[in-house]
């Protein structure tokens, strides 16, 4: 079965960090070959984008709303995605997933079951 387990979630205080980290097992074609993104839900909204990187970091995308505050990185021999997160803001507030995407597709088949992050005063 394939699992994209988040962790590293919690509550933060404005202007702090967290450090989210999804473990992927049991991909078809192995780690190396997929785009990680990261995705995340606010209550009432949809859910958005937020960063992606490709196996080999050739390809690196970042949502500007976060652009400058939060690093996507990957240890593939991990199997392993992650993301720093600095500066933190109450509108990060949400639902954060991960999710992969296999190598010339335009859609992520597989999703994370997601992790809170909660900034707040």
């Known amino acids: 079965q394939v699992q994209l387990v988040e962790s590293g979630g919690g509550l933060v205080q404005p202007g702090g960090s967290l450090r989210l980290s999804c473990a992927a097992s049991g991909l078809p074609f192995g780690f190396g070959y997929y785009t990680m993104g990261w995705f995340r839900q606010a209550p009432g909204k949809e859910r958005e984008f937020v960063a992606a990187l490709s196996w080999s970091g050739g390809f690196r995308d970042l949502a500007d709303s976060v652009k400058g505050r939060f690093t996507a990185s990957r240890d593939d021999a991990k199997n392993t995605v992650y993301l720093q997160m600095n500066s933190l803001k109450s509108e990060d507030t949400a639902v954060y997933y991960c999710?992969?995407?296999?190598?010339?597709?335009?859609?992520?088949?597989?999703w994370g079951q997601g992790t809170q992050v909660t900034v707040s005063s």
């Open positions: 999710a992969a995407r296999e190598r010339f597709r335009n859609d992520y088949a597989y």
